[in-house]
């Protein structure tokens, strides 16, 4: 469905279309006096003074908040130019958006100057955008998305063309949608292991959400930024099979979680994000340890204990929206909270909470954790028990479950994932059951699916 806009570039609306052609002045007054951060019983007292100053008096009485509100809801703005001019003073609304100018509709790919009082409508379809990157979400949530990414470009390509040439709310309704497409161009490239085109998109996804000067989406470029630097620092460097800590880009990683919480301190952002954030910044504050008795372990663990906090707040129902403001497409409830947390005792040597944690989540009843078909998180939830028996020394259950991971893995095709089954495999081979059948067996599964860049 198009959505329209009004003015230059669709600087203001989105407001229907009356039967005249001009957009519908009581969405175009409500929009405006909400905007201006004043209450119907206000305007209506403001109102009624400059109507008394004019003479235009309403010979029915006062004006009434009643009847601001359905003045508004029932499209019932005066006709008397005078009064319209009033309203328009009162609300700084744009005297072309109330039917005092000429109309005219233009196409977004017009770069033709138009003349001074001329009022342009700018027709969209904002919801053909949105629901592409619904659909990709989605199909990454239960498998992979990389076969999108040529699609993911092009909206990317179109939409920028777009946004050089608006203004005011469909600049910002532009910018939302550049926003979700390069938050899922990250998501993708990560889940491939194509680090540096992950932090591309997450870099531009920081540029665009500044340019809206919106706090919450900011803050969620901000965390996937992170997020792309701290994975990218886990598993970016690999030293026959295993994983090399990058500290430098964990620092990195570091300094943007450390960002968005600066952000919930000066502004409002969504407590889930905040959540997720203090776990991120938790991990990575035990992975940058010196050794146990290191000041940075007891800081991740009290901050970990402080995400608790956020779990199943403020929650948002619609997933794509969720994505925005939370920075997952979860949500933080208690089974992705257990995760997280196994994750920091983990990195802090404490595998035996870890597994004391990923036992809570298998006993989470639905709609406290992850999903059936949430197929990705389910196999998250094998490696993370693979890695936490390995640093517990219960080898043949570690690679038990690296092989279940493993064979999900490689059916969504998760190069990723499957690098982080190579890491685990690698190190059981330096153990005591490294001769095993069983890790051969999980070594042959790897030759055969996995092939490392």
Not at 354 to 381: H, I
Not at 415 to 438: C, E, F, H
Request: proline share 3%; with cysteine; charged share 25%.
């Amino acid at each position: 469905m198009n959505s329209l806009y009004w003015g230059e570039g669709g600087r203001f609306g989105p407001f229907d279309e009356q039967e005249d052609g001009w957009p519908n002045a009581g969405q175009v007054m409500r929009y405006f006096r909400e905007k201006s951060n004043l209450s119907a019983e206000t305007f209506a007292l403001l109102y009624s003074k400059e109507l008394e100053k004019a003479g235009k008096q309403n010979k029915r009485g006062q004006v009434t908040a009643t009847w601001i509100l359905n003045m508004e809801k029932q499209n019932l703005i005066p006709l008397d130019m005078e009064r319209r001019r009033i309203i328009a003073r009162l609300l700084h609304i744009p005297p072309v958006l109330l039917g005092l100018a000429t109309l005219e509709a233009v196409t977004i790919q017009s770069r033709k100057k138009k003349p001074m009082g001329t009022l342009q409508k700018v027709t969209i379809d904002l919801a053909k955008h949105q629901k592409s990157i619904r659909d990709a979400l989605h199909i990454h949530r239960t498998s992979s998305a990389k076969n999108l990414m040529q699609d993911v470009e092009r909206d990317i390509w179109t939409l920028k063309d777009i946004e050089a040439q608006v203004r005011g709310d469909l600049l910002y309704q532009i910018q939302e949608l550049l926003l979700s497409n390069f938050l899922l161009a990250t998501r993708i490239m990560k889940d491939q292991r194509n680090y540096p085109a992950a932090y591309r998109s997450a870099n531009e996804a920081v540029r665009v959400a500044r340019q809206t000067q919106d706090n919450d989406l900011i803050a969620t470029a901000l965390y996937t930024r992170g997020c792309i630097k701290a994975e990218w620092a886990r598993r970016g460097t690999v030293f026959n099979g295993m994983f090399q800590l990058d500290t430098g880009k964990m620092k990195s990683a570091a300094k943007d979680f450390q960002g968005v919480l600066q952000l919930e301190q000066e502004t409002s952002i969504h407590p889930q994000l905040a959540g997720f954030t203090r776990l991120q910044l938790s991990r990575a504050l035990a992975m940058l340890k010196l050794g146990p008795r290191d000041a940075k372990v007891a800081q991740a663990l009290t901050m970990v204990d402080d995400a608790a906090d956020a779990i199943d707040a403020d929650p948002v129902e619609d997933f794509y929206i969720r994505a925005l403001i939370t920075g997952t497409l979860t949500g933080l409830h208690a089974g992705g909270y257990h995760l997280g947390r196994s994750e920091t005792l983990n990195a802090a040597g404490l595998p035996g909470q870890a597994l004391a944690e990923l036992n809570q989540v298998r006993q989470l009843r639905q709609g406290k954790t992850y999903s059936g078909d949430e197929t990705r998180y389910q196999a998250w939830f094998d490696l993370l028990m693979s890695e936490t028996y390995m640093n517990l020394g219960d080898y043949p259950e570690a690679t038990a479950r690296a092989k279940n991971a493993l064979v999900t893995f490689h059916q969504i095709h998760s190069p990723r994932n499957m690098a982080s089954i190579k890491d685990i495999q690698s190190r059981l081979a330096l153990s005591s059951y490294g001769t095993s059948i069983d890790v051969k067996e999980l070594n042959d599964m790897l030759q055969e699916w996995y092939k490392p860049e």
